[in-house]
C-alpha cells in the first residue's frame, strides 16, 4: 500500500535553506538537541516541516529562507578552507568580509592551493555544485619541477590508478617550459583530496604552485588574491535554473562591475597574518 508524503520539506532542508547550516550540519545540530519545532526539541532529522511551523535552532528562529547567493572568492595560499582549524592556522573565513553573510564553500582548495573557490549561503546549492553527477569541469593551471613532455602526460588523459583509488581521466595541456619549471592546464570534473598533487607525483612531478582558474562556468578571471565578487541573482539563476527570482541588488559597499559585484578584502586584524 502506498503510503502518502507528509507535507513540507526536511527540517535539514528547511535550516540549510535559511543559511543557518549546511544540511549536514543541521542533521547534527538536532541530533545534538539544539533544534526545536513548535516548541518540542527533537532528536531526528526524519521530519518535515511547513511555513505554519515554528522551527528553532540554538534559540533563533528560522525565518523565511535567504535568496539562494554565490560569491567568487580567490583564495590565496595559506588559508585553509574550514570553518575552524584544529591546528590554529587562519582560515578562509577569517579572512571573509565582516558583513558577508554566514556561507558555505563549495568543496575546497587546500593549504598550499589557490584561485577560484565558490561561496553559497545555501546548503541546496552546495550539494548541487559538489554532486558528481554535475560534471562540471573544473580548471586549473599548474607548475610541475621538471620538463615533462607531452607523451609523459598521457596516463593523466586515460586514467590512473593509485593507491587501489581510480582517477578519472583528465584534460592536460602542456603550455610552456619556464626555467626548471613546467606549466600546464589541468581540467578534471570529480575533484578527489588532492587528486592533481598525486596524480603528478605518480608520475614523478612535484607539483609547486596550483592555480584553480574555473569551476564549470564560474571564471576566476582578473579577479584579485583575497578578493570577492558576487553573481547577480540573474546569473545565478540562468547557471543553476533556479526559478524565476527578482534580481539581486549589489549590497552595500560593493561596486558593481557586469554581471558580478565586487568587494575588496578587508585589511588584515592586528595580530593576524596578511
Known amino acids: 500500500m502506498t503510503q502518502n508524503t507528509p507535507p513540507g520539506d526536511r527540517i535539514a532542508k528547511v ?4 543559511g ?63 570553518t575552524k582549524d584544529e591546528q590554529g592556522r587562519p582560515t578562509i573565513f577569517d579572512k571573509l568580509p565582516e558583513d558577508m553573510p554566514r556561507v558555505m564553500s563549495v568543496g575546497r582548495l587546500d593549504l598550499n592551493s589557490e584561485g577560484l573557490l565558490l561561496l553559497t549561503n545555501d546548503g ?11 560534471g562540471w569541469l573544473r580548471k586549473y593551471r599548474v607548475r610541475v619541477k621538471g620538463a615533462p613532455s607531452d607523451e609523459k602526460l598521457e596516463p593523466l588523459r586515460k586514467g590512473l590508478v593509485i593507491d587501489e583509488e581510480r582517477f578519472q ?19 578534471l570534473r570529480e575533484g578527489k583530496n588532492r587528486e592533481i598533487r598525486r ?17 564549470g562556468p564560474f571564471q576566476l578571471g582578473q579577479l584579485k588574491a583575497g578578493a570577492v565578487e558576487e553573481l547577480r541573482r540573474k546569473v545565478v539563476r ?18 558593481q562591475k557586469g554581471n558580478t559585484v565586487r568587494r575588496k578584502p578587508r585589511p588584515a586584524r592586528p595580530g593576524k597574518t596578511p
Open 124 to 134: 541546496g546549492i552546495k550539494r548541487k555544485l559538489e554532486l558528481p553527477s554535475t
Open 169 to 187: 581521466p583528465m584534460t592536460v595541456t602542456l603550455d610552456r617550459q619556464q626555467g626548471a619549471n613546467a606549466w600546464l592546464t589541468v581540467g
Open 20 to 82: 543557518l547550516a549546511s544540511r549536514r550540519e543541521a542533521e547534527q545540530l538536532i541530533l545534538q538537541g539544539r533544534v526545536s519545532v513548535n516548541g518540542k526539541t527533537i532528536n531526528s532529522p526524519a521530519l518535515n516541516v511547513t511555513a505554519s511551523d515554528k522551527v528553532v535552532v540554538n534559540g533563533k528562529v528560522v525565518g523565511t529562507p535567504d535568496e539562494p547567493r554565490i560569491w567568487l572568492y580567490h583564495k590565496p595560499v595559506g588559508l585553509v578552507t574550514t
Open 238 to 255: 540562468d547557471q543553476l535554473g533556479l526559478d524565476t527570482a527578482p534580481e539581486l541588488k549589489p549590497a552595500k559597499g560593493l561596486k
Open 15 to 18: 535550516i540549510a535553506r535559511a
Open 199 to 215: 596524480a603528478m607525483a605518480d608520475l614523478g612531478l612535484t607539483v609547486n604552485r596550483l592555480i584553480r582558474i574555473s569551476y
